[in-house]
């Protein structure tokens, strides 16, 4: 892994009884883009607050950039751009008129401010209404914003927190982009939290699933999928035409008798007139000349990798088995 | 980048920023209108007054420039009693959701998240209104002033100048005071509503009710027969410092002191005390020295609710609306 750029050790955080986080561990490299994955009051967000020493965490260290975000949290917010859940901006200024005063909070001087303002709004493609009041934004508008507010800072890390909540699926697609453009062209590690598995697989180079404050899984997509996945990793659907003209007829027995001689087989059943072999190799091909060289008449197949989905949804509904 | 940290400060960026959101919210002008009304009603009156008090050798009216912001011929009451009535209004709209809009807009995590101390936004938003109250009552009583001088004709002396800043200062403590009070509450409250209500109704209190609860307590505790004249000193005096838990009250005593140079004691005066007194006004330092414990009290409760709106507010956990 490249140098590292967000360092937790061990961090807690309770409220009274509840534990929010539970003594996780992490390290995010510098230039990837960590995708933060779990349900909504799985701890995320206290994770990132404790990031930006919004908050301070009962026990364990937090670094960023190599400087430590309780102690320091001045310095830390000097090179990390925060962009919340639901941004909000002062709605009776204009768009431009926000971003100067975030500029400015930066210490950047008001003239350079606008200049820098008014390139970033190009660059979110909110040209157009620069100079029309926030109150009137959309959401995806303000999310947009919201990115260029980060970007004002020349930040060296970016987190963005729930950022793609509640927009449609043209903007996120912009909006996700926008992201891995920044992340190309300026190399700034980026930290992205949802709760929506498709946002985060498309953009992140890695993923850590959150549950309950603690970290149930970390890593890319394919080393998860390897890890966490013992049995059943290929689902193939087959379908045969069974119609009188056709001669034999494909059943469900025909594969449980197969099942019995190949260990690969897991499972099979039938639904909705097709059969569900559920296998832990690929064996797409291996069934399919078989089907063939006996006669039936095969007219449908089709071959399911089990993605991260499975997995999450896994891991949600209390499958904890699969940690470590 | 060093020597622009030097030339941009994000303290006073906030304060700026702060000054013309205030001056352009419409819960301000709005308050500046009533202030202005009430105050332009209260002079009309006062000129109108004038008529029948003129300068003349006895010492008591000699300070007659100061007698524009106390008088009154009966149809309204004078210039004093409206600042003490309205002032708290002011400061309590002024920072009642102050710091619980930002957060329900969200803009407060934002704020947060660039690199400025917490403790900025906080100080910044009291500043701001200090710089505007303060720009507001000196400009006020120095138009008073002006005033004054162009329809009587007669200049006034240094001194009552010197009374009319001093009273000018001691509104706009005054004034902080409430503030403060409704900026804790905006750290406190969730809700700005709730804010604004417990803010109003604290000063609903104490400006309607308190004295009829201390008058039922007065009356309680007043015994029935003859008392010795030591007992009701000591009894009025125990009334009286019940009466000064009030803010407005302690406003009122040092606002009367300091533009009615006559007034030589805010509690009461035996005879012995009074004979060999000079009949004449008090200069301004015993004045100040009369009401020196009022404008203390004042000063300390403003600094008591800074403290707890600040403690509260570094505590805090900041999180998005």
Not at chain 2, 198 to 204: F, M, N, R, V, Y
Not at chain 2, 251 to 272: I, N
């Amino acid at each position: 892994m490249a140098e590292p750029i967000i360092q937790l050790q061990n961090i807690s955080k309770k409220y009274g009884d509840f534990t929010a986080v539970d003594n996780l561990s992490l390290t995010i490299g510098k230039g990837e883009i960590f995708g933060l994955l779990g349900p909504n009051g799985s701890g995320k967000s206290t994770t990132i607050l404790m990031m930006l020493g919004l908050t301070d965490p009962s026990a364990g260290e937090v670094k960023v950039c190599g400087i430590d975000s309780t102690s320091h949290p001045i310095e830390v917010k000097r090179k990390v751009g925060y962009l919340a859940e639901d941004v909000g901006f002062y709605d009776d200024q204009t768009a431009l008129e926000n971003l100067v005063y975030s500029a400015m909070l930066n210490g950047i001087p008001r003239k350079e401010a606008t200049k820098k303002a008014e390139e970033l709004i190009e660059r979110v493609g909110l040209t157009g209404v620069k100079n029309k009041k926030t109150g009137k934004f959309s959401k995806g508008m303000r999310q947009r914003l919201g990115l260029a507010d980060v970007l004002i800072k020349d930040p060296e890390v970016i987190i963005l927190d729930e950022p793609t909540s509640g927009i449609d699926p043209k903007g996120v697609q912009d909006f996700l982009n926008l992201v891995v453009e920044l992340r190309d062209e300026h190399g700034i590690s980026i930290l992205l939290s949802s709760h929506d598995l498709q946002h985060v697989q498309q953009v992140c180079d890695r993923i850590g699933i959150f549950l309950e404050g603690k970290l149930m899984a970390i890593g890319d997509i394919r080393s998860l999928s390897e890890k966490l996945l013992t049995s059943g990793r290929y689902l193939i659907e087959l379908g045969a035409d069974n119609s009188r003209e056709a001669g034999k007829k494909l059943t469900l027995g025909w594969f449980q008798n197969l099942a019995a001689n190949m260990s690969e087989i897991d499972s099979v059943s039938e639904e909705n007139g097709l059969f569900k072999v559920l296998s832990s190799e690929d064996i797409s091909l291996v069934l399919s000349k078989k089907i063939m060289e006996e006669g039936y008449n095969l007219n449908f197949l089709n071959k399911k990798e089990f993605g991260i989905e499975a997995i999450y949804n896994h891991l949600m509904e209390g499958g904890t088995a699969y940690a470590n | 980048m060093q020597t622009n940290y030097s030339i941009v400060r994000p303290f006073w960026v906030i304060v700026n920023k702060e000054i013309s959101d205030t001056i352009k919210s419409w819960r301000f002008i709005i308050m500046l209108a009533i202030v202005l009304l009430t105050c332009t009603g209260s002079l009309y009156t006062a000129f109108t007054g004038f008529a029948s008090a003129k300068p003349g050798n006895d010492p008591e009216e000699s300070f007659f420039f100061l007698k524009l912001f106390t008088i009154s011929d009966g149809t309204l009451p004078p210039f004093i009693v409206f600042i003490s009535f309205l002032g708290p209004l002011l400061g309590i709209s002024m920072g009642f959701d102050a710091i619980n809009s930002e957060q329900n807009k969200g803009t407060l995590s934002r704020v947060l998240s660039q690199p400025i101390y917490r403790d900025y936004v906080l100080n910044a938003k009291f500043l701001a209104s200090l710089i505007v109250l303060s720009i507001l009552f000196f400009s006020l009583n120095l138009l008073v002033l002006g005033f004054g001088l162009v329809i009587i004709g007669i200049p006034p002396t240094a001194e009552e100048v010197l009374r009319i800043l001093m009273f000018s200062i001691v509104s706009i403590v005054y004034v902080a005071f409430w503030l403060n009070l409704s900026i804790l509450f905006s750290v406190r409250f969730r809700q700005a509503t709730t804010s604004a209500l417990a803010g109003i109704s604290i000063w609903l209190f104490f400006s309607i009710f308190y004295n009829m609860i201390v008058n039922v307590i007065a009356k309680g505790i007043s015994p029935a027969q003859m008392i010795s004249e030591n007992q009701l000193i000591s009894l009025q005096k125990l009334i009286q410092n019940i009466m000064r838990l009030n803010p407005g009250q302690l406003f009122d005593d040092a606002t009367t002191t300091l533009l009615v140079p006559g007034v030589r004691s805010l509690g009461p005066l035996t005879m012995e005390q009074m004979s060999g007194a000079i009949p004449s006004p008090l200069p301004l330092g015993q004045s100040m020295m009369l009401v020196w414990p009022q404008i203390t009290a004042l000063l300390a409760g403003t600094l008591v609710f800074f403290g707890l709106a600040y403690l509260q507010f570094m505590r805090r956990e900041i999180r998005s609306r």
